[in-house]
């Protein structure tokens, strides 16, 4: 419980750790202590604290107009779309902006069922695709822990992992879309086999079924490449984005096949806050920080150097790619995340009690995963 709460709801389990300055990959707290961070804020931090070019430009702009809505041009919103559009697979090239990665989701399955006139949308077991009324029917679970609406807004079908019969059974001329996160990030980084995403994309072709990609935690550049469809070879009709997507502004996108977008029509969508000038400009710092800075081959080669030398008890498997990790523990992964923390080293859990989840920013270095090696070493040997 927070030392300062009088009246904050609190609905999340908190760490003994209070930040109150970052820098690079490292937190402090009010006496100075620094910790390791690996876990991001979520995935949201993606250039780590501090960052020169992001704060700047976040400066800049906040001097110059703190915000206006949508119902003005401004180049900053259009600049940003440009450069999210062309980081995008190719044919993704409408970009529609939103506050957050629940709010982009919510809008993808929206559209795919405004589109086809129809009425099912098939989830994967596991899932987690946000807390709002659609978001939350197609997350795995919600219904029986925490899912407050009396019933769901179009009909879901959830499917076994990697389970291409029930794929083929459950994909049908009623299915408006197929949604996946191509790793699963809450389940623990968890990820699906080239062969059952390349027949999802083939059975949604099969039934003119929409397929969309939930890259709320795999996009931006988090998995060495632009995005998860790039990472499997495919391309999805909508992609959602958000964490990483403006390194620690609350922002989110749905980007979209241009014939989808010629469909929708004036009014069709809507948003307050999304594609604000300080999101914006931060977008377009991130992008190009991502490319200019060779952050996607940093995390290829750290990535690999944590495969290979960090599967020290009490880990004893890692799943994943690129930044979006899962450390399968022996321990249970709540356990050895406390343990961490008491060494400087931050982490976090998944769904799974037995993986322990890393969704490091992007600058991290191989100095950084010998802290955790040695940590983890440390203890095995207590």
């Given at each position: 419980m927070s030392k300062y709460n009088a009246h904050l709801q609190e609905v999340y389990p908190v760490l003994p750790f209070e930040p109150v300055k970052g820098d690079g990959v490292f937190l402090k707290d009010e006496k100075n202590k620094k910790v390791l961070d690996l876990y991001g804020g979520h995935a949201v931090t993606c250039l780590g604290?501090?960052?020169?070019k992001l704060i700047t430009a976040i400066t800049n702009q906040a001097k110059n107009l703190l915000f206006q809505s949508n119902a003005v041009i401004m180049k900053s919103r259009d600049d940003a779309a440009t450069k999210l559009?062309?980081?995008s697979p190719k044919n993704l090239n409408k970009v529609f902006f939103v506050n957050s990665g629940a709010e982009a989701n919510e809008n993808a399955i929206r559209i795919a069922l405004q589109l086809t006139g129809r009425k099912k949308i098939i989830a994967i077991e596991n899932a987690f695709h946000g807390r709002t009324a659609a978001a939350g029917a197609v997350t795995?679970?919600?219904?029986?822990?925490?899912?407050?609406?009396?019933?769901?807004?179009?009909k879901v079908?959830?499917?076994?992992?990697?389970?291409?019969d029930s794929l083929k059974k459950a994909v049908d001329k009623d299915t408006a879309a197929v949604i996946i996160e191509p790793i699963q990030g809450v389940a623990g980084a968890?990820?699906?086999?080239n062969e059952f995403i390349n027949s999802i994309q083939h059975q949604c072709k099969k039934n003119k079924t929409l397929l969309i990609f939930d890259e709320v935690q795999t996009g931006m550049g988090r998995l060495g490449v632009p995005f998860g469809a790039d990472y499997f070879q495919v391309t999805p009709d909508l992609l959602t984005v958000a964490k990483s997507l403006a390194g620690g502004l609350p922002c989110g996108a749905v980007i979209m096949k241009e014939k989808i977008i010629k469909n929708l029509g004036a009014g069709s969508l809507g948003t307050t806050f999304g594609g604000g000038p300080l999101s914006s400009v931060a977008i377009s710092a991130v992008i190009d920080?991502?490319?200019d800075d060779n952050l996607m081959d940093n995390i290829n080669s750290v990535s690999k150097y944590l495969f290979s030398t960090c599967k020290i008890d009490p880990v004893i498997d890692i799943q994943g790619a690129g930044f979006l990790i899962g450390l399968k523990t022996k321990i249970p992964a709540n356990v050895l995340r406390d343990k961490l923390l008491k060494?400087?080293?931050m982490t976090g859990t998944s769904s799974d009690p037995n993986i322990l989840r890393l969704l490091p920013p992007y600058i991290?270095?191989?100095?950084?995963?010998?802290?955790?090696?040695?940590?983890?070493?440390?203890?095995?040997?207590?």
């Amino acid at each position: 419980m927070s030392k300062y709460n009088a009246h904050l709801q609190e609905v999340y389990p908190v760490l003994p750790f209070e930040p109150v300055k970052g820098d690079g990959v490292f937190l402090k707290d009010e006496k100075n202590k620094k910790v390791l961070d690996l876990y991001g804020g979520h995935a949201v931090t993606c250039l780590g604290y501090n960052h020169k070019k992001l704060i700047t430009a976040i400066t800049n702009q906040a001097k110059n107009l703190l915000f206006q809505s949508n119902a003005v041009i401004m180049k900053s919103r259009d600049d940003a779309a440009t450069k999210l559009a062309e980081f995008s697979p190719k044919n993704l090239n409408k970009v529609f902006f939103v506050n957050s990665g629940a709010e982009a989701n919510e809008n993808a399955i929206r559209i795919a069922l405004q589109l086809t006139g129809r009425k099912k949308i098939i989830a994967i077991e596991n899932a987690f695709h946000g807390r709002t009324a659609a978001a939350g029917a197609v997350t795995w679970g919600s219904q029986k822990k925490w899912y407050g609406f009396p019933s769901t807004p179009m009909k879901v079908e959830f499917i076994p992992r990697n389970d291409i019969d029930s794929l083929k059974k459950a994909v049908d001329k009623d299915t408006a879309a197929v949604i996946i996160e191509p790793i699963q990030g809450v389940a623990g980084a968890y990820k699906f086999s080239n062969e059952f995403i390349n027949s999802i994309q083939h059975q949604c072709k099969k039934n003119k079924t929409l397929l969309i990609f939930d890259e709320v935690q795999t996009g931006m550049g988090r998995l060495g490449v632009p995005f998860g469809a790039d990472y499997f070879q495919v391309t999805p009709d909508l992609l959602t984005v958000a964490k990483s997507l403006a390194g620690g502004l609350p922002c989110g996108a749905v980007i979209m096949k241009e014939k989808i977008i010629k469909n929708l029509g004036a009014g069709s969508l809507g948003t307050t806050f999304g594609g604000g000038p300080l999101s914006s400009v931060a977008i377009s710092a991130v992008i190009d920080t991502i490319i200019d800075d060779n952050l996607m081959d940093n995390i290829n080669s750290v990535s690999k150097y944590l495969f290979s030398t960090c599967k020290i008890d009490p880990v004893i498997d890692i799943q994943g790619a690129g930044f979006l990790i899962g450390l399968k523990t022996k321990i249970p992964a709540n356990v050895l995340r406390d343990k961490l923390l008491k060494k400087n080293i931050m982490t976090g859990t998944s769904s799974d009690p037995n993986i322990l989840r890393l969704l490091p920013p992007y600058i991290l270095e191989k100095s950084h995963i010998e802290i955790l090696s040695s940590a983890l070493k440390e203890i095995n040997n207590e």
